[in-house]
């Protein structure tokens, strides 16, 4: 593979030029620098640079252009190279249309002129949207190849198990690609168990189990100590945010997540409401970016580790691994959020990770590209699924139990002007059809008992959130809808709970077990979203060492 591209554009001679010469002083060394005078000539760059399979990592494009503006070249030109990040460069008076380009043409950012000194003001937002594009953009010769079938739940445990951790790979689908067959071939595998990964230094594995895969990659599984000053159960938002600023604080943090990093937040698209992203962050990236801040400020993270249990012994706590691996620690934030319920269909089983999906959209919409699929669902993560898989999908039906949704103004609008997108109010999926794979849905409207078949070969369901909290339910307090109770809540009529020993309340994420603490959408009272769990995983660090100064 080449290098990838950034191009210049501007009619403006002088600005053209100083750009073209800041960028190739900062990234001449990685990227090719092109430059082009008007949104014209850039298109026809662009084209020619398509037919040469190369690719264009950023575009940094002039708004004020004659003949065709900085945001109706971005719109062409992202029809040729969807992935590459845009920066407008603007004036003052143009601050409004280039807020509106945010949702018309996706930009990432626009710039001020002028931006001296450029180490300032251009390189560290351009290094940033780079860096970006480089981790989300998979070349597909530089990482894993994946081969298996769209209709194989263990393939897309694989995938998405990939993908969460940001490990470039290929999918291969051995129904549709002449290159599985071949790969299969070379290496001597005619019927073999799927999912099959070749790895760039020759190995294959065939069916790997999550955890060979993590060993495989350079996750880490294991503890490297027996003992921690905090253990984290979750890497979800709340606990990524509690692993960064507890390990910040200088306290040693091991991170225990069952699967990958990111929680329900990794599959949101496109996370539209966290302060400063502006143009909205996917949660992959946000994910990656955390993940990156919490190892470095030394904070250990094991992935495809189940906690089974959590008991307490005086001030030692003490967490059992899915292996039986025991880990201790003076202090437990239980950070392990909440997931979606199971459709309540007989046999739905037999279609998980093979036309159902819960709670995921992100790493099998590209699948389902020009098919017609359904979501379930009418809170945010179903909207944003819903509008995500419009990019692919030929039609996406959303069912919707009642007779209102519960999303966002901002999302209702996309998604009530999308041509590809039909709302179905008291809609609600009584049957699966298909063989080998899904050909279509029964759906019941409730209220004139009629029931309709609705072509469909995949489901996304949305619906009925449980907090994980099972494993820790003979130890914690919890509500009976299995919600964790923290601090005040566990104060009935002015007394403590009868298992509480300590002449002092629970503090305020504290559980009723002394030194365990909860955060995010796992505990009771918390407003669900990411930033609320952020919030909640910054606010148990200042508890940590309130309870540390006790013991
Ligand atoms: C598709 C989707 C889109 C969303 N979009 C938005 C949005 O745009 N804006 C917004 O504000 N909110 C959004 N949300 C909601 C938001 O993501 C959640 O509120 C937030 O992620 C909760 O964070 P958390 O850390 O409490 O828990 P979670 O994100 O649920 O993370 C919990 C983690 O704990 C792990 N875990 C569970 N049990 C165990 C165990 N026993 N051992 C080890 N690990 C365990 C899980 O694997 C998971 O990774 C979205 C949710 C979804 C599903």
Known sequence: MGKASILVVDDDHAVLNSVERDLRQAYGREYRIHKAESGAQALEL?????ARSETIALFVVDQRMPHMSGVQFLDEARKVFPQARKVLLTAYADTEAAIQAINMVGIDYYLMKPWDPPQEHLYPVLESLLDDWTHTVR?????????GSQWSSTCHEVKDFLARNTIPYRWLDVERDSEAQQLLAFAGLDSPCMPVLFFTDGTVLV?????QLAEKTGLRVRAENPFYDVIIIGAGPSGLSAAVYASFDGLKVLLIERHAPGGQAGNS??????????????????TRRAVTQARRFGTEILTTQLVQRVRSEGNTKIVTLGDGAEISSKIVLIATGAWFRKLDLPGVERWNGAGVYYGAAHTEAANYKDQDVIVIGAGNAAAQATLFLARFARKVTVLIRGDETDWSQFLDRSIRTHEKVELRFNAELTEIQGEGKIHAVVVEDKQTGESLALPAVAIFVFIGQKPQSDFVADLVMLTPGGHILTGLD????GKRPPCWHLDRDPL?????????FAAGDVRNGTKHGVAAAVGDG??????????????
């Open 207 to 211: 069916e790997p189990s999550l955890t």
């Open 508 to 516: 305020m994420l504290e559980t009723s077990v002394p030194g365990i």
């Open 46 to 50: 662009i084209n020619q640079l398509k």
């Open 269 to 286: 698209p496109k996370i539209e409401n966290y302060l400063g992203f502006p143009s909205g962050i996917s949660g992959e990236e946000l």
């Open 139 to 147: 070349l597909p010769f530089e990482g894993v190849r994946v081969i």
């Open 538 to 551: 910054d606010a148990a660090v200042s508890l940590f060492w309130q309870y540390l100064s006790t013991i």
């Open 490 to 493: 566990l104060i009935t009529d």
